[in-house]
């Protein structure tokens, strides 16, 4: 790639990317571009005519690259912003979508109808990866405490530091497990975004998805729903009575997890919703009750 100034730099990366059909090609261009200059968005439109340096040229040219083969963004840059805040991810963990801030969003909720710090809350995570959900919850509820697992020894580490990232390290105990493997104690609320994608669906996953995600965040068995007759089989016992589990569900499948759920040691609940829709007005988080 020709080195250039920044303003240039930007035309030469949006052009490349939508050639190659990355429909938001202006924007990854940007995100590009600012994270090989260090240039904050401001500073990008203030200083368009700034030279890029070698070094830049050639981060950006391999990023650029990397795009163009449907590479997602935020593994080019290590980084996810979620719910407000920026979480490091790597090749171990599953990219936070947008979609599952529903789950955070339905948590807090729940705990806000009850005490507004979380203050004496325990909540458990299932599957925790980089540990964005946990963390965020943490660091929006200042009273709570927390025990995140995963299967993942890498992923884990990654959740470690981005708990160290959002000074919440001391109020989340991660455990190196499958599922309740290793959980300790009960909770007033269990949390989980498990893998839901059928196994004949993998091969049709947009390549963002199907070639950078971990297969075990995405696969969830031939049906879809393994993940969930797990939690449904163990979560009563973990929850203390009244306690809630919320899940985080795929398209389409509110009725037969909910089924699932309820044939454990779960019921509706009583006095708060048991759906939240996402954004798009699709039913993404199913909340259940311990009896």
């Not at 190659?20 to 571009?33: K, M």
């Not at 005519?49 to 050639?58: G, I």
């Not at 690259?65 to 805040?85: D, I, K, N, Q, T």
């Not at 589990?245 to 919703?273: A, F, H, W, Y």
């Amino acid at each position: 790639m020709r080195r250039d100034n920044v303003a240039a730099m930007l035309v030469s990366v949006r052009e490349r990317l939508g050639k190659a059909g990355i429909a938001s090609a202006g924007l990854d261009a940007r995100l590009i571009v600012q994270h090989a200059t260090q240039l904050s968005h401001e500073q990008l439109i203030a200083d368009a005519q700034r030279p890029v340096t070698e070094s830049e040229s050639r981060s950006i040219e391999t990023m650029a690259v990397r795009r163009m083969a449907h590479e997602p963004v935020s593994r080019l840059v290590g980084e996810r912003e979620f719910y407000g805040r920026t979480f490091h991810i790597n090749q171990h963990t599953f990219d936070p979508r947008p979609d599952t801030e529903t789950l955070v969003e339905t948590a807090l909720n729940l705990v806000r109808l009850n005490s507004c710090s979380g203050q004496g809350w325990r909540i458990g995570e299932l599957g925790t990866g980089s540990g964005a959900i946990i963390v965020t919850l943490l660091a929006e509820l200042p009273g709570a405490m927390s025990m995140a697992g995963d299967m993942s020894a890498e992923a884990l580490a990654i959740a470690g530091e981005n708990a160290l990232r959002h000074k919440v390290a001391n109020r989340v105990e991660l455990v190196n497990g499958s599922w309740f493997e290793d959980f300790t104690g009960s909770f007033d609320m269990i949390v989980s975004n498990p893998p839901y994608i059928a196994e004949g669906d993998m091969a049709a996953l947009a390549p963002e998805v199907r070639l950078y995600d971990p297969a075990k965040a995405l696969n969830g068995g031939p049906d879809g729903l393994k993940a969930y007759r797990q939690i449904a089989k163990d979560a009563g016992g973990f929850l203390r009575i009244g306690g809630y589990c919320c899940v985080e569900i795929g398209s389409g499948q509110e009725e037969k997890v909910t089924n699932i759920m309820l044939d454990g040691r779960l019921r509706l609940p009583c006095k708060v919703p048991r759906i939240s829709p996402d954004l798009s007005g699709i039913t993404r988080v199913l909340t259940f009750e311990s009896d």
